[in-house]
């Protein structure tokens, strides 16, 4: 694909914009932790291919928890929403990538799987929400990102033609989907992708294994 020049720009921000993908992985490991309980060692691995439900189904039931499910997810959403205001930081070069693509007139815009509250909260931490004409959650928007639906509206949103605005993602699904649709892609590296790192550099049309150079996108 020949990439066209960049007129538009819509952001993922777990992986992307924030060093945030490792609170996902240690949810259970820090619910946990808060209870005073060690976790087994590979806790994170196991809980990620589960549902919300069945994962706190499973500490539940692991670990002896007289808690009840919605307890422990509410438990573990709470502890999350917590990070996203409090401790989230910003993956390196973002600042400087953002402050290029303003200054250039391009319009930036974010899809991302996270709920709109702590993405919010997230903007606010790190200063950067001033940059965006908006945010994009899978859940307000209807479906995954195993589906267009929200790389579409956030297109719409910043009024780029599709074949011109790139979408920057650290994960498979979403690269594969936003260029299924003909979006430009950008993937981006991040270890909570790491065994998907051959698939993402295939398809992507363009790939940064660290933080991007500015000058190559505009």
């Excluded at 952001?11 to 976790?39: T, Y």
């Excluded at 959403?77 to 402050?99: H, N, Q, R, S, T």
């Excluded at 979006?183 to 933080?211: L, M, N």
């Amino acid at each position: 694909m020949n990439e066209k020049k960049i007129t538009g720009a819509i952001f993922d921000m777990d992986g992307v914009l924030l060093d945030s993908m490792h609170v996902w992985n240690d949810a259970g490991e820090r619910f946990l932790k808060k209870l005073g309980i060690a976790a087994e060692a590979d806790l994170g691995r196991k809980l990620f291919t589960m549902t919300m439900e069945d994962g706190a189904d499973y500490l539940i039931e692991k670990y002896g928890l007289d808690m009840k499910r919605d307890e422990v997810i509410s438990g573990i959403d709470g502890m999350i929403y917590d990070f996203y205001a409090e401790e989230v930081e910003l993956k390196p070069g973002v600042c400087e990538l953002l402050e290029h693509l303003r200054r250039a007139g391009i319009p930036m815009v974010i899809a991302t799987s996270t709920d709109r509250i702590p993405a919010e909260k997230a903007m606010e931490r790190t200063g950067i929400g001033g940059y965006f004409k908006g945010i994009f959650t899978c859940a307000e928007t209807g479906a995954g990102k195993d589906k267009p639906d929200i790389y579409l509206a956030a297109g719409k949103c910043i009024g780029t033609d599709t074949e011109s605005t790139y979408v920057f993602e650290d994960g498979l699904h979403g690269i594969r989907t936003a260029h299924e649709a003909g979006f430009v892609t950008v993937g981006i590296y991040d270890p909570a992708s790491e065994k998907d790192q051959k698939q993402i550099r295939q398809i992507a049309d363009i790939y940064f294994s660290g933080p991007v150079d500015p000058d190559s996108i505009i």
